[in-house]
C-alpha cells in the first residue's frame, strides 16, 4: 500500500485522472442515457475548477517541502506521527504543516455546506427523477459523506499532533531517546510563525 501512496503522491496527473473517471463512472451509472465519452467529456469540464485547485495547491506544498521527493517524505512522516529530527526538515514540517491547518481551519463549516448541498441535491432528485437515480444519488451521498468526515478527522488529528511535537508538546508521536532522559526530537527554535 505504501508503493501506491508514494507513486500516486509523485504522480498527481494520475490520482486527477482516475478521480474524473471514478466520477463520470459515478454519472453514467445514475443516468445512463448517452455514451460515456460525452458523460466523461462533461465530467471534464466540470471538474476544471476542482483541478486547478488541486494544482495550487500541490504547488504551495511542494514549495514548502522543497521538491516532490521531500513533500512525500513529509506526508509519510504525518501518516506515521515520526517527528524529524534534522533541523530542515522540521522546518519543512513546520512550514508544511502550517499551510494545511491554515487551509483547513474552516472544516466544521466545510462539511456542513457539503452535507446540505448533498442532501439537497438528493431531495431534488427524488422530485426530478425515477427511483434509480434517487437511491444512486442517496448512497453516493452517504457515502462521500462519510468517507469525507473520517478523512478530515483523521487529518486533522494528524496535523495537530505534529503540531504540538514541533513545538515540544507531548503528544503522544515520536520516540523516546534511548536512555529515557530527553525527548529523541528538541523544539524547532525560534518564534512560531502562524499564516495570516
Not at 442515457?33 to 506544498?61: D, H, P
Amino acid at each position: 500500500m505504501e508503493r501506491v501512496n508514494v507513486f500516486l503522491a509523485r504522480h498527481l496527473w494520475v490520482q486527477l485522472l482516475l478521480g474524473v473517471l471514478a466520477g463520470a463512472v459515478v454519472v453514467q451509472l445514475l443516468y445512463p442515457q448517452g455514451s460515456f465519452g460525452a458523460v466523461l467529456i462533461r465530467t471534464v469540464f466540470t471538474s476544471f475548477g476542482g483541478v486547478c485547485f488541486v494544482l495550487v495547491m500541490r504547488r504551495k506544498e511542494r514549495r514548502a517541502a522543497g521538491s516532490t521527493d521531500g513533500l512525500i517524505s513529509l506526508d509519510r512522516r504525518l501518516r506515521t506521527g515520526d517527528v524529524p529530527s534534522d533541523p530542515g526538515e522540521r522546518q519543512a514540517m513546520r512550514r508544511l504543516v502550517d499551510q494545511r491547518l491554515h487551509r483547513t481551519r474552516h472544516r466544521k463549516a466545510a462539511l456542513a455546506f457539503l452535507t446540505v448541498l448533498f442532501v439537497g441535491v438528493t431531495v431534488g432528485t427524488a422530485f426530478t427523477a425515477g427511483p434509480r437515480q434517487t437511491i444512486g444519488m442517496a448512497i453516493v451521498t452517504v457515502v462521500f459523506l462519510s468517507w469525507m468526515s473520517y478523512i478530515s478527522s483523521l487529518q486533522n488529528r494528524r496535523l495537530h499532533a505534529m503540531d504540538a511535537a514541533l513545538a515540544g508538546a507531548p503528544s503522544g508521536i515520536g520516540s523516546p531517546a534511548t536512555d529515557g532522559t530527553a525527548p529523541a526530537h528538541e523544539p524547532v527554535p525560534g518564534p512560531r510563525h502562524r499564516m495570516p
